[in-house]
């Protein structure tokens, strides 16, 4: 599913309590309850939703709004040895994962308990027991490094590689999502993939800290190899990281692969093995259950970066087999590492959280078993979740505030002066077509296909894997199932489809810092205001912008307005590019375009929307802030956040979101009501006269 997200790719897993309760006050259904809801409450956070104590009032807000909220905050946080970051988002996953092994004490007790309810405590179950783990090492690994250890030609090579279950790597990746121009039907994407660092750029850049990570990276491969029992470990090692740096130089960079129209390119299999000589194309999809053919005659792919196929294949050709079988076993080991012996798992530990992230010290196991069981089952999680700690008084109050900003957005686009009346009535159509999802999906993942057992988490992981994957496939010639999600409820974060012009909410996201009921309305509205803004934003963001009201990818744009539009958003491109959050790296603006869009139109929206509620009636000033000086405050409050240098850099190389200083200052020095809430002028260093803020809608 493509999913453009409110934040990164990190874990935020795990279920979280709705904030008003303890544990204690929970029972086992929400419905129980009855004497919490109507409860008065307070706001979790300072007496009306923020948290003052993080203020640094040295600082200038015109200055640096970020530090000027934060600085304290900055100064005295320290990040969890076991985390590679600390902040808003962080908070509450722990609280999540903390709630989740609540739910996960009580199944261990629990009498008549359910089939999905059994998936779940078993899987932990088999997850949780180290000993065991030990005790067996390899064993459970044999078959799979046994058909790898027997690959002979380049066709068993392409088998290995289209094997869901045995989840090593292949140079191509395949997708099923939805046809990007035609909504009611999914189509196979075809993607660049092949690399074990999280960046091409890992391989290719000469910073002095990306080079140590790289000579990182080969001794570790070396490692893993040496713990599977192979010989000459430091040649072969050299061999895949040699191959690795081939492919990553025939790799897209990112910020080109997130453009819709070039990564559009549909075409037959057939055709796809002539454009791409080299690779088995036929067999590789017939092996992952894609036919060639369907109802309507011969099967079209989409290949996503195109130009870069020819290439990968020659080199798939090229590249002798025993260096695949070389490859494949270090994959397979890599991506299995943390499910075996404390061996494997330590120096997957030592590489990719402490040297890629920063980590001091390894979350302990039961965590990490949470952690596990949100990315396997996580509906399964997420009904019991859901059950316990989302109220359906929630999901009404959210409902009401994303209604709102929809009106807010409409009126916006009839009033912006920058667009002409033809696009305006599309885009208008486009604002009126938005589905919502909020909380929970209507009808929960049947997991009943996915076989479960306590003692074989191997098993457990390539079973699920399959389970996954024919889930997709086995539906890939069906009618597109809009109810479905693709995030768990128990997920902080929020995303935006553009195939289907929705924005979803999972519960876990509707609580403080985000949203309280209990807090001011000014917090809320620049809290979960903003993230609801972002996420509407991403609709007319510069790639959402190309999908039309009923999610086609096509133009709906007269020429003019659209060279207008981009004359902006390149200089937002250019406004972002100048951000350093590391001594000699700077934010990619190309890459994160689309979420600074939405960051800056999400917290101008949230702003209007908040004005407009008051209907011109006076607010009380709050500690000395007055109104729309506290949507700014609650915007700045979310956005808490501190990380380890390593993982600050990989999220420069890799994230699609800029790291959160310039989400605040970026996005908010584009903001007139900003300049007009801190009374902020060109002495500032934040300041920008207005004819070079951007401001879109
Ligand atoms: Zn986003």
Redesign the pocket.
């Given at each position: 599913m493509k999913q453009?997200?409110?934040a990164a790719g990190v874990v935020l897993a795990g279920g979280l309590a709705w904030y008003l309760l303890d544990d204690a006050l929970v029972g086992d259904a929400w419905e129980a309850n009855e004497m919490v809801s109507p409860a008065p409450g307070e706001a979790e956070l300072g007496s009306w939703g923020i948290n003052l104590d993080g203020i640094n009032s040295a600082i200038e807000p015109g200055d640096d709004f970020f530090r000027y909220f934060n600085g304290t905050w900055l100064e005295e946080a320290e990040i969890p040895s076991d985390r590679t970051s600390t902040g808003s988002f962080l908070d509450l996953a722990i609280r999540s994962e903390e709630r989740v092994q609540a739910i996960l004490a009580n199944l261990e007790t629990k009498e008549n308990i359910s089939a999905v309810e059994r998936k779940v405590r078993d899987l932990y179950r088999s997850f949780i027991d180290a000993a065991h783990l030990e005790e067996i090492g390899l064993a459970p690994a044999t078959e799979d490094l046994q058909t790898i250890a027997e690959i002979e030609t380049h066709e068993d090579v392409t088998r290995v590689m289209a094997s869901t279950s045995m989840g090593t790597e292949s140079i191509f990746g395949v997708r099923i999502g939805i046809d990007e121009k035609n909504p009611n039907a999914y189509a196979a994407s075809i993607r660049q993939s092949g690399l074990g660092l999280p960046d091409r750029d890992y391989y290719l850049l000469e910073e002095p800290n990306i080079v140590a990570t790289r000579e990182a990276y080969v001794a570790y491969i070396a490692q893993i190899l040496e713990l599977g029992g192979l010989k000459d470990v430091g040649e072969k090692a050299a061999e895949i990281y040699a191959l690795e740096t081939k492919i990553a130089e025939i790799h897209w960079p990112r910020a080109e692969r997130r453009d819709a129209d070039r990564i559009y390119n549909p075409m037959t299999v057939s055709a796809l093995s002539e454009y791409a000589p080299g690779f088995p194309w036929l067999l590789y999809l017939q092996e992952m259950g894609i036919s060639p053919v369907n109802q309507a005659g011969e099967r079209i792919v989409v290949a996503s970066e195109n130009t870069a196929f020819p290439p990968l294949a020659e080199l798939f050709a090229m590249t002798p087999v025993a260096t695949w079988r070389d490859y494949l076993t270090f994959h397979y080991l890599d991506s299995h590492a943390p499910y075996l012996s404390s061996a494997f798992d330590n120096a997957n530990f030592e590489f990719r959280g402490r040297t890629l992230g920063g980590q001091a010290q390894q979350l302990e196991r039961a965590k990490r078993g949470v952690q596990l069981l949100n990315r396997t089952i996580g509906e399964g999680v997420g009904q019991i979740y859901v059950a316990r700690h989302f109220p359906p008084s929630a999901k009404i109050q959210a409902e009401a505030l994303v209604s709102n900003l929809l009106v807010v957005y409409r009126d916006r686009i009839r009033t912006l002066d920058w667009m002409g009346e033809e696009t305006r009535a599309q885009a208008l159509q486009k604002a009126e077509s938005f589905t919502v999802k909020i909380g929970y999906p209507d009808k929960w993942r049947d997991y009943s296909a996915l076989a479960v057992t306590e003692d074989d988490l191997l098993g457990n992981r390539s079973r699920s894997a399959a389970f996954e994957w024919n889930y997709d496939v086995l539906r890939l010639d069906e009618p597109v199932d809009r109810g479905e999600w693709g995030m768990s409820p128990q997920t902080v974060n929020a995303y935006?489809n553009p195939s289907l012009n929705e924005i979803v909410f999972p519960a876990a996201i509707l609580q403080a810092p985000f949203f309280d009921p209990y807090a001011d309305d000014a917090v809320n509205y620049g809290g979960i205001g903003a993230v609801i803004g972002?996420?509407i934003s991403?609709g007319f963001d510069d790639q959402g912008s190309k999908y039309d009201a009923l999610g086609v990818l096509e133009n709906w744009w007269t020429e003019m307005d659209r060279a207008n539009f981009e004359g902006r958003t390149s200089r937002l491109v250019d406004q972002f590019n100048a951000y350093s959050p590391l001594e000699g790296m700077f934010v990619n603006g190309q890459l994160t375009l689309g979420?600074n869009i939405?960051d800056t139109a999400g917290i101008t929206i949230a702003h209007a929307a908040y004005a407009l509620s008051l209907g011109g009636e006076p607010v009380p000033v709050l500690d000395g802030f007055d109104g729309a000086q506290r949507v700014f405050l609650g915007y700045a409050q979310v956005w808490r956040y501190k990380a380890q240098e390593a993982t600050m850099r990989r999220r420069i190389l890799s994230d699609p979101?800029s790291p959160p200083e310039f989400r605040v200052n970026g996005a908010i020095r584009n903001v007139d009501s900003w300049y007009e809430a801190f009374g902020v002028g060109p002495d500032d260093a934040l300041y920008l006269p207005p004819e070079e803020r951007v401001q879109l809608w």
């Open positions: 453009w997200t409110l935006y972002h996420e991403h979420e939405a979101h």
